[in-house]
């Protein structure tokens, strides 16, 4: 897989498309390398440490469930949404039937339920047109409980650098690297309060994950929170659920009104 480091991100207009592409295509090819990582494995446990007792959940990015599936047999409530409905889902919502509902479609434009107690992204954010991150962290901020706690991975240079860098796929896809000093300037500006950082090696000697517990701030800023989706699509998305029946139906559901909110900085 081949990935060149980029000094300016390309347009947003159809990065959705091409994410959404990217991410069936690995899929669809088995090269989800990510599902069998260990080190992935990280994340969700610092969000088990910090939740309530059956607390609700919002899993963003959710892929074959392997985190979902943590949370659930924890006895939490987990809304999982991902852009790709993996054919593990079926059995996961059948097997937690009424405590789980997997949603396929864009965490920016897909309807959310909450308020959540936490909000897990494992390896998602870094993912998104530079553009959107901010947009995106303060739509979890405002579907998560004042003091709810997200803990999100992010990649990090493994090298030292002080500046995270911006990588594309032949495809296309962007990787984001974030400094521990990106990262929480990142959130703050999105509603939400870094609380401690852990750096987790992986084999990879370009980047390691930066895995970042946050609390959302008592007050979110919410001129971002109910932003259009990126790149300027209109107010409309694919958004189906899965509840360990079948898939709802619905696949091409209004999503919520969106606002168009002032331009990210
Ligand atoms: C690196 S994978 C990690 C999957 C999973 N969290 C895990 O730990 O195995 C990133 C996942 O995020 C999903 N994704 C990327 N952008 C998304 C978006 N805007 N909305 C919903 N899911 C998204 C991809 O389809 C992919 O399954």
């Given at each position: 897989m081949?990935?060149t480091?980029?000094?300016?991100a ?5 990065y959705?498309?091409?994410?959404d ?15 069998d ?14 939740l ?5 959940v ?17 006895g939490?409530?987990v ?6 409905a993996?054919?593990d889902w079926?059995?996961?919502a059948?097997?937690w ?5 997997f949603?396929e479609?864009?965490v ?7 308020p959540?107690d936490?909000?897990?992204?494992n ?6 047109h ?7 962290l ?12 997200l803990?999100?991975?992010f990649?990090?240079?493994?090298d030292?650098?002080?500046q ?6 032949h ?8 400094t521990?000093?990106?990262a ?17 090696p992986r084999a990879?000697?370009?980047y390691?994950y ?7 701030e008592?007050?979110p800023p919410s ?14 998305a694919r ?7 079948k898939?709802?139906g ?10 168009r ?5």
């Amino acid at each position: 897989m081949s990935h060149t480091c980029i000094t300016e991100a390309p347009e947003a207009v159809g990065y959705d498309e091409l994410l959404d592409r990217s991410f069936r295509r690995s899929y669809d090819e088995g090269r989800d390398i990510w599902s069998d990582e260990p080190a992935m494995e990280v994340c969700v446990q610092r969000l088990l440490a910090r939740l309530p007792q059956r607390g609700a959940v919002l899993d963003v990015g959710a892929g074959r469930g392997r985190d979902a599936v943590a949370l659930l047999g924890a006895g939490h409530r987990v809304d999982a949404v991902d852009l790709v409905a993996t054919d593990d889902w079926a059995a996961i919502a059948k097997r937690w039937h009424g405590q789980t509902a997997f949603i396929e479609g864009d965490v920016l434009a897909v309807r959310l339920a909450g308020p959540y107690d936490g909000i897990l992204d494992n390896g998602c954010l870094h993912h998104q047109h530079p553009s959107a991150c901010k947009r995106y962290l303060a739509k979890l901020a405002a579907h998560a409980k004042p003091g709810a706690t997200l803990v999100v991975s992010f990649f990090t240079p493994a090298d030292g650098r002080s500046q995270g860098g911006l990588w594309q796929q032949h495809d296309g896809r962007l990787t984001q690297e974030f400094t521990e000093a990106q990262a929480r300037a990142l959130l703050h500006g999105a509603g939400w309060q870094a609380l401690d950082c852990l750096a987790v090696p992986r084999a990879s000697a370009r980047y390691h994950y930066l895995v970042v517990t946050a609390e959302r701030e008592m007050k979110p800023p919410s001129s971002l929170a109910l932003a259009t989706p990126r790149g300027g699509r209109p107010p409309t998305a694919r958004q189906s659920r899965f509840r360990g029946g079948k898939f709802d139906g619905s696949s091409a559901l209004h999503a919520s009104r969106v606002v168009r909110s002032a331009k990210d900085t």
